[in-house]
Structure formats: C-alpha cells, structure tokens
C-alpha cells in the first residue's frame, strides 16, 4: 500500500509538471507547495503560467485519476462477482450506450442546448450508459441470469450489438459529426475542467465506497458460489448490488472521459501479480495503481503530436492490448 501511495503522487507530480503550455516542469513542485496551508514558496511563474497549471492541467490531472481508479475498481469488481479474470468494466454495455446518448448529442447539436443547466453531452452518455445496462439486466433476467452469470454476459453482448447498430445507422445518416463522435468514443481528457471533476465525483465516491465493502463477499464468492451459499452469502443480493456501484461508476467516468479501455483489465491484473488475488487489498491497490496508470498514460498523449493530441483511448490500446495478450495465453498454458 505505502509503494503504490508514493507511486500515484510520482505519477501526478509527472503529470502536472509536463504539457505544451505552462511554467516550465522544474517550476511546477515549488508552484504546487506554495498552495500548501502555511506554505510561502515563489516558483517564478507568471500569472499566466499558474493559471494554466491550475485550470488546464491540474484538472486533467486529477480527473485521469479519478477515471483510472474507478474503472480499475469497477474492473476488478466485475472480475470478482462474475469469477472471470478476462472481464472488464463495459461488460454489460456501459460504453455502447454512452456512445449512443453522446452520438445522439453531437446529431441534435450542442449548440441548440444552450439554455440547458448542465453540459447535454456527459448527461446524454451518462443516461445512454445505465438504459443500456438496464435492459441488459432485463433481458438477462428474462432468460435466467439469476441461476447462472454467463446469461447476463451474454444479454450485454446482444444490448452492445443492438445500440452499436444503431448508433452506426445514426451515423451514416450525420456523415457531419463522425469525426466528433469518433474523438469520444477515443477517450479524452484535453477538455477536462474542475466541473466535470465535481460532476462525476459524487458518483464515484458512493460507487467506491459501496464496492470496497463488498470485498470481503467476493473473497467468499472465489470459493463458489454453492459454496458461498452454505457459508451465509446472499450470493444474487451481492452480485446484484456489485454489479449497480460498479455500472454507476463507470458511466459517470464514461460520460466526461469517453470510452478509455482496457484499463479495468490491466491495473487488476498487475495488481493480482505484484499483491495476490485477495480482494480485501485488490479494491484498495486497484484504485490507487488505476489512478497512477491514467495518469502515466496520459502524458504521451500531450507530446506525441504536439500541438495535436493522441487520444488517451489510443495509448491505453497500445499498452493494454499485448498485455491482454501475454494475459490469455498465460491461462492457456494454465489449462494445459
């Protein structure tokens, strides 16, 4: 716990100390320390540059983190209820319904929703993301997702084909706003402000807590769920109210962020190699190493194309995609 406490501050002191704009990097700690309580430090950097470190990075910064840890947390949540170490956050058709809600936003227009209170888009992709996991509980329950899990996976696929169907048709009809839609559903952070931080952090905060206390349960379910059963778990209430905090969760995250993948399965799964598979400290690390993995992850994409920016879905793709990999073929060879 204490590694991965100072691994997620080195991580967010790296983060906020590099960018194309803003004081220079060596500046930056002494800037950081002059906001401490009873603090005086002068970093050197103008006004301009402070207010750029504070309203531009700062927030992307503290938002990757709180993206990163909650699908971390959501993922090795899912893992833990469904007893599959291959699952990830959007399982149950969280990303294709928020990209429904936001593909639906960018074909009405931002622009016509001027006089709302609230941004439309993250509510759009918020609201998009638990329909669809909603009908997937609702189809799965039709089919008898009660007595066995594998039928709500496989309910979430059907929703996911069926709203990634019509989110394509919508699409072909709005040639216009594909671009738009395509750099969402990449992942991005470039925009994010201290509003949406306060936006999603409710939600995650109540999603965190509600699963952390659930891990000693998914200890219980690792050895079965017969088995669970006997010892006094109410196995369906568990997998129930797991399955809501992490679906709330990762469609708050979503709905500010896009679609950033392949982190719910990463983090877990470093976490199980360096810690065990105990959930009583999988949960905890998987929030703290999820939220120094977005961070890390982020600043490539500042510099790569610079003064463009690769979207952080991208980046994660790159450093997820080989490890899901080496990650399958591991328990292939487990199986043998």
């Not at 065990?276 to 703290?288: D, E, T």
Request: include cysteine.
């Amino acid at each position: 716990m204490p590694a991965a406490c100072v691994a997620l501050a080195v991580a967010f002191l790296f983060g906020a100390m590099i960018g194309p704009a803003g004081p220079a990097w060596w500046r930056v700690p002494a800037e950081l320390l002059d906001h401490l309580p009873f603090v005086r430090i002068d970093s050197g950097a103008t006004e301009l540059q402070s207010t750029v470190l504070w309203e531009i990075r700062m927030p992307r910064v503290v938002l990757a983190g709180i993206v990163g840890a909650m699908l971390s947390l959501a993922g090795a949540s899912f893992q833990g209820v469904f007893r599959n170490p291959l699952v990830d956050p959007y399982l149950l058709g969280v990303a294709a319904g928020a990209g429904l809600g936001a593909t639906l936003i960018f074909v009405v227009g931002r622009s016509t929703s001027q006089s709302w209170p609230v941004d439309p888009l993250p509510l759009a992709a918020f609201i998009g993301g638990l329909v669809a996991v909603l009908l997937t509980y609702t189809v799965g329950a039709g089919f008898g997702a009660s007595r066995n899990p594998t039928t709500l996976v496989l309910a979430g696929v059907a929703v996911t084909s069926l709203t990634t169907a019509v989110q394509t048709f919508m699409l072909q009809k709005n040639t216009d706003v594909v671009r738009q839609v395509y750099s969402w559903i990449l992942g991005r952070l470039s925009s994010a402000t201290w509003g949406d931080v306060r936006l999603v952090l409710p939600y995650v905060v109540v999603s965190g807590a509600v699963l952390l206390a659930h891990r000693r349960l998914l200890d219980v379910l690792r050895v079965g769920e017969d088995e669970a059963q006997s010892l006094g778990a109410r196995v369906d209430r568990i997998r129930l109210t797991v399955v809501i905090a992490a679906t709330l969760g990762t469609s708050a995250v979503v709905s500010v962020s896009g679609l950033i993948g392949f982190v719910g399965i990463v983090v877990p799964h470093l976490v199980r190699l360096l810690a065990g598979a105990s959930y009583r400290r999988l949960l905890p690390l998987s929030i703290l190493a999820g939220a120094a993995f977005l961070i890390v992850a982020d600043i490539p994409g500042r510099v790569l194309s610079d003064p463009a920016e690769t979207p952080i879905g991208v980046v994660t793709a790159f450093l997820g995609a080989p490890f899901f990999i080496l990650v399958l073929r591991s328990r292939q060879s487990e199986a043998r």
